[in-house]
T-cell receptor, first 109, second 116 residues
Framework: DQQVKQNSPSLSVQEGRISILNCDYTNSMFDYFLWYKKYPAEGPTFLISISSIKDKNEDGRFTVFLNKSAKHLSLHIVPSQPGDSAVYFC????????FGKGTRLHILP | KAGVTQTPRYLIKTRGQQVTLSCSPISGHRSVSWYQQTPGQGLQFLFE???????NKGNFPGRFSGRQFSNSRSEMNVSTLELGDSALYLC???????????????FGPGTRLTVL
């Protein structure tokens, strides 16, 4: 039973354009949502988060949107840069953190 | 402040053996969680320790166990290794001051376990 789903295993985006990574969840108990970024041979690093009482959180080039009625969140990266190429994990939390399977983002020159 | 450290970074074992992985959290962090990362399954939660007690557990067989010491360092043990246990094992620590459901986790670089 996958409670956090990232349905796109990979995504390719042109440098300078917007990258949109999507995540769906099933458990309405989740009250905090996070995005982590992972480079090869490194552990995931925290990117941005959003509380369930909000619908948008912005930090520089990164914006996370939360649609509670659709149980859907998305991460927008604009403009996309070569260093953004990595695997992005969506995660949701109530008493423990559940991760999605990740989406590999390729930024094309 | 030093980050989360994990030892060893790489490990090769054969089926049937057992293995112990170690994690040292960020100083002052009391919660340590363990995850298994495989290409097909992403990051899967193994268990979480807080103040030397297992606080949460994922859906893994009893061959996977862990413990936490009084200095918050944690070890994870896998007995009777199977080929499918080959994965990157990640440890994450958080401060967990209490009162809320979310505590930001900081990950170590992981231990790459290969079972032959």
């Amino acid at each position: 039973d996958q409670q956090v789903k990232q349905n796109s295993p990979s995504l390719s985006v042109q440098e300078g354009r917007i990258s949109i990574l999507n995540c769906d969840y099933t458990n309405s108990m989740f009250d905090y949502f996070l995005w982590y970024k992972k480079y090869p041979a490194e552990g995931p690093t925290f990117l941005i988060s959003i509380s369930s009482i909000k619908d948008k959180n912005e930090d520089g080039r990164f914006t996370v949107f939360l649609n509670k009625s659709a149980k859907h969140l998305s991460l927008h990266i604009v403009p996309s840069q070569p260093g953004d190429s990595a695997v992005y994990f969506c995660a949701a939390s109530y008493d423990k953190i559940i991760f999605g399977k990740g989406t590999r983002l390729h930024i094309l020159p | 402040k030093a980050g989360v450290t994990q030892t060893p970074r790489y490990l090769i074992k054969t089926r049937g053996q057992q293995v112990t992985l170690s994690c040292s959290p960020i100083s002052g962090h009391r919660s340590v969680s363990w995850y298994q990362q495989t290409p097909g399954q992403g990051l899967q939660f193994l268990f979480e320790y807080f103040s030397e007690t297992q606080r949460n557990k994922g859906n893994f067989p009893g061959r996977f166990s862990g413990r936490q010491f009084s200095n918050s360092r944690s070890e994870m043990n896998v007995s009777t290794l199977e080929l499918g246990d080959s994965a990157l094992y990640l440890c994450a620590s958080s401060q967990d001051t209490g009162g809320g459901s979310y505590n930001e986790q900081f990950f170590g670089p992981g231990t790459r376990l290969t079972v032959l």
